[in-house]
């Protein structure tokens, strides 16, 4: 059996997204952004405030840095060194999640086993020292509403997470009583940011004219230098959890996967580009073709890459991921439809986020005649590793700016979220 050229055509119509609807995308990005300014209501993003500016690059000091935002827990201590220096001392990682073992982001989990898990980390990252005073910075990367730079409440879980009991809580506080039970009431957790202020902060720390923060992996957010030009107000990063940006039409494959997913509804420009979410697009689509609809093979981002990168016009790796995954054999000519879609939806992811970023240049850009020059800060593994990513991303920052597109940089900030989290607790500790 060979795919059929008609539905395989209306498959890939369905992730295609033309110049003059990715132009109206973007300006309905600026118009949310702009109303979200007004109100937080009247967007679709929760434009949630940090309550931290740009780094003055001056910050120093040793600090622990917490990063907690994906399946994978780090914990860093970190001495900053000013000027965009700085040098990791010590590095722990843990996943949350092993496989037959424990997992700790299910929904038969609790807050106590999480945090707990954490405070161990933090354990190992002091070498056991209970009596030296650090203070923590912590990078959290889910919706939090703040009312300064410790308070910060998670608004709801997203990228599939589920345990009960954190919801609505002050993270810190939860972070803080588990450090207690451990013995560790010397590491004292001081701020809460999410990982786009991170990489902006980190980012920022070391190149000039950064108002863009971004993180393009498991999950997607941007995040923005608000100058609050007419107001009084200091200027503040704003996370605007754009992931949750929802004035563009999902195609019919993002319906069915948002019906399917922990939070129906919300997310939505996320389900439609992140990591955690392609390899699930691109499954459901190659099930219809194999005429199995609704089953799931269980693709990741990772393979889709794999798929990318088979360059021989047999295709070999495609057929066999192909098999493996579905237990269908295809021939070298259905493997080319299969890679077609796979670019078909990273282009799109990629195009999606060039569309995001103009929305902000645009209003960062206000009535001026040209855009100042931009560096936008992005970390994420989709970004990084997954081929095309990029490439696209630039592609479609030319076609949305035309000649002002010279004025932006895209930056690599990996690792952001463990400097940034530095960053952010020697800022902490300055206002004290
Ligand atoms: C999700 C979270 C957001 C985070 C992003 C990237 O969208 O809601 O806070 O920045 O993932 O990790």
């Not at 993003?45 to 994978?72: H, Q």
């Not at 308070?151 to 879980?157: D, F, H, S």
């Given at each position: 059996m060979s795919f059929d050229q008609n539905q395989f055509d209306s498959i890939l119509a369905d992730f295609t997204i033309d110049s003059d609807e990715l132009r109206e995308i973007a300006g309905a990005f600026r118009y949310d952004l702009k109303q979200g300014l007004k109100d937080p209501d009247l967007s679709s993003?929760?434009?949630?405030?940090?309550?931290?500016?740009?780094?003055?690059?001056?910050?120093?000091?040793?600090?622990?840095?917490?990063?907690?935002?994906?399946?994978?827990v780090r914990v860093l201590r970190i001495r900053l060194d000013g000027d965009g220096k700085f040098e990791v001392l010590k590095k722990v990682a843990k996943p949350l999640v092993v496989a037959g073992e424990y997992n700790y982001i299910a929904a038969d989990a609790t807050a106590d086993q999480m945090f707990g898990f954490i405070a161990d980390l933090?354990?190992?990252?002091?070498?056991?020292?209970?009596?030296?005073?650090?203070?923590?910075?912590?990078?959290f990367s889910f919706p939090s509403s703040q009312t300064d730079l410790y308070?910060?409440?998670?608004?709801?879980?997203t990228k599939e997470f589920a345990t009960p009991g954190v919801e609505g809580k002050v993270v810190n506080d939860l972070l803080k009583d588990a450090l207690h039970k451990k013995g560790l009431d010397n590491v004292e957790p001081t701020a809460v940011i999410n990982d786009t202020v991170a990489v902006q902060l980190a980012a920022a720390y070391k190149h000039d004219n950064v108002n863009i923060g971004c993180?393009?992996?498991?999950?997607?957010?941007?995040?923005y230098l608000e100058p609050y030009a007419d107001s009084a107000q200091e200027p503040m990063i704003l996370n605007l959890e754009s992931g949750g940006f929802n004035r563009l039409t999902p195609g019919r494959f993002d319906v069915e996967l948002d019906k399917n997913s922990e939070k129906p509804g919300e997310q939505r420009l996320e389900k439609m580009v992140s990591g955690r979410y392609m390899g699930e697009l691109f499954g459901m689509a190659l099930a219809e073709l194999f005429d199995e609809k609704g089953k799931a093979y269980g693709f990741t981002s990772i393979d889709m890459s794999a798929i990318m990168d088979d360059e021989d016009a047999a295709h070999p790796a495609i057929i066999q991921l192909v098999a493996e995954k579905t237990g269908h054999t295809i021939d070298a000519a259905d493997a080319d439809k299969v890679q077609d879609l796979v670019l078909r939806i990273v282009n799109r992811s990629a195009r999606l986020v060039a569309a995001s970023f103009t929305g902000i240049l645009w209003q960062l850009q206000g009535a001026e005649k040209t855009l100042a020059p931009q560096t936008i800060a992005v970390d994420g593994s989709v970004y990084e590793k997954m081929p095309h990513a990029k490439e696209n991303l630039m592609k479609g920052l030319s076609e949305l700016l035309g000649t002002d597109a010279a004025a932006v940089e895209t930056v690599l900030e990996n690792g952001g979220s463990g400097l940034g989290a530095a960053i952010a607790a020697a800022v902490a500790a300055s206002r004290k």
């Open positions: 993003m929760r434009m949630l405030k940090s309550y931290i500016g740009l780094p003055t690059r001056k910050e120093t000091g040793e600090y622990l840095a917490l990063d907690f935002g994906g399946t994978n933090v354990e190992e990252a002091v070498e056991g020292d209970h009596t030296k005073k650090y203070y923590l910075g912590h990078t308070n910060a409440k998670l608004i709801i879980w993180i393009y992996a498991t999950g997607h957010n941007t995040c």
